[in-house]
């Protein structure tokens, strides 16, 4: 039996849980005789602790243990590095010495039988400082230039020569502000010790990762460490790696034997928890009078911390986005006394895509040519940077499709030439693209005699609705109604799955279930009378050989629409269209949910997010919702969602590709390009502040 649930609109499964209450996250796992710990964070940014008075603190009522390094366990931090962590480096050891590295380190912690016990207990620390002055701004000369060693720039022909004998040529240099998470969910992590065993309820896009990671912390045994993680309150790459809250709640366990809760605050998230590198980008390109590129130069540095090289594909897109015989892109990393920075949505891509589809659009204005003509004049016919064809690129059919419904052709093309009564109206597309990722991954599926399926694996699910998604592809291999599946996921104990980022959770954990779907089919066939369940476990991962053939990438078109107040600067984004080529569309509604969260996201990195530091310690000075901007409801513009019909059948068993990165991936330029439309005022730096407006 064909269920055919595949495409379809199907509603959450997991719905009704989220709006009952039923489902649960890490903070709200609660234990019988819990204690509560607090962090204590460095208030300079760069030093070493020169005394803790502690003894008058650990008197206070309530507090169970004072920790820091003058008397935290020793832990073993035996080497470790997952898919996501940096591969040069060593992650941060906390409470291990007196070090200060960047502001807002752990260098306490106080555990309390309440939680107001142990936040009085914090605030009443005194710990102080031998401090020195640290680097925080990319562009300090003072700041140590790194090649980083996994390596990026790619060069064909020779772009500096075919720059200089271009007949039009154009330069321009990008400022790009370190961006916070922010989602609704702060993170929190349970921790209980029973013996030698440790589980962890935890906030986690990478269950597996977070139990060998602290496994290797603290030295013992993966098989005795248990991460449960069943929902997540959004994430969007801020829970990827495993913070130092996480081994400080363990930590706290083990001193106390009592189970611990640590949840962090919403400052303390701009600590601690990874961010969107500010980024430098300058890029040169060369043209003919009829707009074919000649040569395109795209240089790019990003900030990292000094113990750990964090690096993202800033310059990558650069070198397949376009067609240009002559293409140089180079990476750098700057060090700085800052924690690590950590993969965001669009990492890399969004930052490197908006100073090319600006430079574009600048170009398409000092020719006159159209700036979807122009892209139309240099697209591709293979992956020019690594000489092999797409599996699939959708790209101008995106832009035909999204003109069309965005009415591009009703646009007045000069600068400055439209007006709504007062208001300056602009309109803008840019590009996106988004790598098509498939990771190994392997799932388990159970076929009981009641006629229920049951599927696990340790993936995670923080809002774009895995467990829906998951469970269509089940149903329909297994030819199964949908409410005949039950799917699970957040347990390390399940078979194992790679992190819920980098868009590659359908084309990875999907594949698997698929597999094992099949594999389990197959084994009813051999018992076809049997009462016992039928269990099958299957792993997956991108055949070699079609991987060496393709070059795989999902592709869109994004537009959006401006209106500037030019007596006082405002930008509103009045409405926006998305157009994507992303494979096959496993659940329409929640694809469009995906691609409209993202486009959200779009709006705040053009017009609104950034994380400021004090220059004197690195303190961020906006620490706080008042202040850290953000889009919410009144504006969110009307945004459209279409997706182009687009077969690949060498992405993946499935045909998918990832919505989640791409989705932010076109939107800052786009609305960049519409601002320049609106006002004739090119800027070049995110996000556009009002004063960038003055005298627009």
């Known amino acids: 039996m064909t269920m055919n649930v595949i495409g379809k609109p199907v509603a959450r499964v997991d719905g009704r849980d989220k709006v009952t209450g039923r489902a649960l996250y890490a903070a709200e796992f609660n234990q019988s005789n819990q204690a509560y710990a607090v962090i204590v964070n460095a208030t300079v940014g760069l030093g070493r602790i020169t005394g803790i008075d502690q003894a008058a603190v650990a008197k206070m009522p309530g507090v169970l243990s004072v920790l820091s390094h003058l008397n935290a366990p020793k832990l073993a931090y035996r080497p470790h590095k997952g898919s996501i962590d940096p591969k040069t480096g060593e992650r941060l050891h906390v409470l291990q010495d007196e070090a200060v590295r960047f502001h807002g380190q752990p260098v306490a912690l106080i555990v309390a039988e309440t939680l107001d016990s142990a936040e009085r207990a914090a605030a009443a620390l005194r710990i102080t400082y031998e401090a020195q002055r640290p680097i925080i701004d990319i562009a300090d000369p003072d700041a140590r230039a790194i090649v980083p060693e996994s390596g990026r720039d790619h060069t064909r022909g020779d772009a500096e020569a075919a720059f200089a004998n271009a007949p039009v040529n154009l330069k321009a240099s990008y400022d790009i502000a370190r961006e916070n998470h922010n989602p609704m969910e702060p993170h929190a992590t349970v921790a209980v010790w029973k013996g030698d065993k440790l589980t962890l309820w935890s906030k986690s896009q990478y269950v ?303 594949s698997a279930i698929r597999a094992a779907c099949i594999s389990v089919l197959e084994e009813a066939k051999k018992r076809p009378s049997t009462d016992r369940p039928l269990e099958a476990t299957a792993t997956t991962q991108r055949d070699a050989g079609v991987a060496g053939r393709f070059s795989m990438h999902a592709f869109g078109a994004v537009f959006a629409e401006v209106a500037i107040d030019p007596d006082v600067g405002t930008i509103r984004v009045r409405r926006a269209l998305g157009v994507y080529g992303a494979g096959r569309i496993i659940n329409p509604l929640l694809a469009t949910s995906q691609c409209t969260g993202g486009m959200i996201g779009g709006i705040g990195m053009a017009l609104m997010e950034r994380t400021v530091l004090d220059r004197r310690d690195g303190r961020p000075v906006n620490a706080h919702m008042a202040d850290y901007l953000m889009p919410v409801n009144l504006d969110t513009p009307k945004i459209e969602v279409q997706f182009v019909d687009e077969v690949d059948p060498h992405v993946n068993p499935l045909g998918v590709k990832g919505l989640g990165e791409i989705a932010l991936v076109g939107m800052a330029p786009a609305i960049a390009n519409a601002v320049f439309h609106a006002t004739g005022k090119r800027i070049r730096r995110l996000p556009i502040l009002l004063e960038d407006m003055l005298h627009a």
Not at 401 to 428: C, H, K, T, Y
């Open 208 to 510: 597996v990762n977070e139990q060998a990671e602290i496994a290797a912390i603290f030295g013992i045994p993966l098989e005795n460490v248990q991460v449960i993680c069943p929902f997540i309150g959004g994430a969007f790459g801020t829970s990827l790696r495993t913070w130092s809250h996480v081994t400080l709640a363990a930590m706290a366990a083990r001193v106390t034997q009592r189970p611990v809760k640590l949840a962090l605050t919403r400052k303390q998230m701009f600590f601690t928890t990874g961010h969107r590198p500010r980024t430098l980008q300058h890029v040169a390109i060369g043209a003919t009078q009829d707009g074919k590129l000649t040569s395109l130069i795209h240089e790019g540095t990003g900030e990292t911390s000094r113990y750990e090289q964090f690096s993202e594909a800033l310059v990558a897109s650069s070198s397949y986005l376009v067609s240009c015989p002559n293409v140089t892109t180079r990476y750098r990393l700057a060090a700085l006394d800052t924690g690590t920075p950590v993969f965001m949505r669009g990492p890399g891509e969004a930052s490197g895509v908006f100073a090319l589809e600006s430079a574009l659009d600048e170009l398409s204005y000092k020719l006159n040519i159209d700036p979807i003509e122009l892209r139309r004049r240099n697209e591709p016919k293979l992956d020019e940077g690594v000489n092999k064809p797409f599996s699939s690129r959708s790209l101008i059919r995106c832009y035909d499709v999204g003109a069309e419904r965005f009415q591009w052709l009703n646009r007045m093309p000069q600068p400055r030439s439209m007006l709504d009564g007062r208001l300056r109206i602009g309109i803008g597309v840019a590009s996106a693209t988004y790598p098509a990722y498939q990771a190994q991954s392997s799932a388990r599926v159970r076929l009981l005699a009641s006629g229920i399926a049951e599927v696990e694996v340790a993936a995670s699910d923080m809002g774009p609705g895995t467990y829906t998604s998951m469970t269509q592809v089940a149903a329909e291999t297994l030819g199964l109604p949908i409410d005949k599946v039950r799917f699970s996921l957040g347990r390390s104990d399940f078979p194992p799955a790679p992190s819920h980022g980098g868009s590659w959770t359908m084309a990875s954990v999907g």
